[in-house]
């Protein structure tokens, strides 16, 4: 399953959420607020191992607009998402 968070950790619980339903094969999104967290210290330790075992994407667009640079996972564009979605099925958002 493709699970995607869009808000900012330090103001909602969606990522922490997110983190706990995820199962061994499920992957994660981190698109508009939501890629705060690849770009914090804090948040990179929690996601290092998802990035690690190549199950975290970074919308890059969404970095570049908030000016962030990325810590952790793989970053996707537009079009990333979508071969997401078609490899994965329809997302789990949070």
């Known amino acids: 399953m493709l ?4 808000q900012s950790p330090f103001s ?3 990522l922490t959420q997110a983190l706990a339903q995820m199962q ?8 508009q607020d939501g890629v705060i967290a690849a770009s914090t210290a804090k948040w990179q330790l929690l996601l290092q191992s998802l ?3 190549g199950r975290l994407y ?3 667009e969404d970095l570049q607009a908030r000016g962030l640079t990325r810590l952790c996972g793989e970053p996707v564009c537009m079009a990333g998402w979508v071969k997401l979605v078609v490899k994965w ?3 789990q958002a949070w």
Request: overall charge negative.
């Open 51 to 53: 990035a690690d075992d």
């Open 24 to 31: 061994p094969n499920d992957r994660l999104l981190l698109w």
């Open 3 to 6: 699970h995607t968070v869009k």
């Open 89 to 91: 099925g329809s997302p």
């Open 12 to 14: 909602h619980q969606a």
């Open 58 to 60: 970074v919308m890059q």
